[in-house]
């Protein structure tokens, strides 16, 4: 495809329930970045792949949350256990990191209620 | 990575230019000033970014100050379609995180 996508774009779930999140970079890209975007908020940070490097998962809020790459390509984020804070929309970026000054494309997000 | 300053909201009205200001005075020498925005429910968009020497596209100006520590993004004709939030960041190539602050929320007024 021509961008990143995630899916689904929305998904309410229960209180107490787990949840996967997908996100499809665009080919070719090293970085792989998650977001996460409560109401009204900035982005905030969550977890970095690059390449076949152990990933930064420094901005994980808890140990409910979990992500994976696949393959250098494909991204699941797992949350364990929802909780009504964990209702945001979680967006993913990724980046082309081959040695020079690129963008990130961002994709249009997964919005996440937990009721 | 260096942090960066914005005003929390700006009004521009429409057809005249709109200049955002970014402080970023603890730049270091490898890093790139990036510009993106946010229009209301959607990802960020990529909108430019430079070094030290002033980038023009299609979309935007960057001016970066001699020093590196601020700079300004200008939309040349602002229109009601750029009403969002900007977000000025300052990264290095490889960077493991794009620290977007809040950002300015410019509202283009008819």
């Known amino acids: 495809g021509a961008g990143v996508s995630q899916s689904p774009s929305n998904k309410v779930t229960e209180k107490g329930k787990d949840v996967e999140l997908r996100c499809d970079p665009i080919?070719?890209?090293?970085?792989l970045y998650w977001y996460r975007q409560s109401l009204g908020q900035g982005l905030e940070f969550l977890i970095y792949?690059?390449?076949?490097?152990?990933?930064?998962k420094s901005g994980l809020p808890s140990d409910r949350f979990s992500a994976e790459r696949t393959g250098g390509s494909v991204s699941t984020l797992t949350i364990q256990r929802t909780q009504q804070e964990d209702s945001a929309v979680y967006l993913c970026?990724?980046?082309?990191?081959?040695?020079?000054?690129?963008?990130?494309?961002f994709g249009q997000g997964t919005r996440l209620t937990v009721v | 990575d260096a942090k960066t300053t914005q005003p929390t909201s700006m009004d521009c009205a429409e057809g005249r230019a709109a200049n955002l200001p970014c402080n970023h005075s603890?730049?270091?020498?490898?890093?790139?000033v990036y510009w993106y925005r946010q229009i209301h429910s959607q990802g960020p968009q990529y909108i430019i970014h430079g070094l030290k020497n002033n980038e023009t596209n299609e979309m935007a100006s960057l001016i970066i100050t001699e020093d590196r520590k601020s700079s300004t993004l200008i939309l040349p004709h602002a229109t009601l379609r750029d009403t969002a939030v900007y977000y000025c960041?300052?990264?290095?190539?490889?960077?493991?995180?794009?620290?977007f602050g809040t950002g300015t929320r410019l509202t283009v007024i008819p």
């Open positions: 080919s070719g890209h090293t970085a």
């Open positions: 960041i300052v990264s290095r190539t490889g960077a493991n995180n794009l620290f």
């Open positions: 603890t730049i270091s020498g490898n890093e790139y």
């Open positions: 970026a990724s980046r082309n990191h081959r040695g020079v000054a690129t963008e990130a494309f």
């Open positions: 792949f690059q390449g076949n490097s152990a990933p930064d």
